[in-house]
Nanobody
Framework: QVQLVESGGGLVQAGGSLRLSCAAS????????MGWFRQAPGKEREFVAA????????DYADSVKGRFTISRDIAKNTVYLQMNSLKPEDTAVYYC???????????????????WGQGAQVTVSS
């Protein structure tokens, strides 16, 4: 089992940047694929990005490709989401997630995920 805690959310103007962090506790962090999801008010939770156990394979939703970068530091048990060129439509609660199944880069690498953080609010003003 793994516990996840997000940090780094906040308010930023359109065009700005934020970096989210997700600290994982528990054993065997390197055996989990890690993902970021987001949920805007009144909308379903959606996939944003994922990174493989090794960190060598990444996957992005089309809406964030070229603007967001997911990375992981296995030594620190932490996964990051660097968000650049933010838009008002990026406003949402962002969730970190972990799973040991699936292959990043395939549909099964995007859903489902077993373990979730509590979420971090990101608000982008126009």
């Amino acid at each position: 089992q793994v516990q996840l805690v997000e940090s780094g959310g906040g308010l930023v103007q359109a065009g700005g940047s934020l970096r989210l962090s997700c600290a994982a506790s528990g054993r065997a962090f390197s055996t989990y694929n890690m993902g970021w999801f987001r949920q805007a008010p009144g909308k379903e939770r959606e996939f944003v990005a994922a990174i493989s156990r090794s960190g060598l394979i990444t996957d992005y939703a089309d809406s964030v490709k070229g603007r967001f970068t997911i990375s992981r530091d296995i030594a620190k048990n932490t996964v990051y989401l660097q968000m650049n060129s933010l838009k008002p439509e990026d406003t949402a609660v962002y969730y970190c997630a972990a799973d040991q199944r699936g292959t990043v880069g395939t549909p099964e690498g995007r859903w489902p995920y077993d373990y979730w953080g509590q979420g971090a609010q990101v608000t982008v003003s126009s």
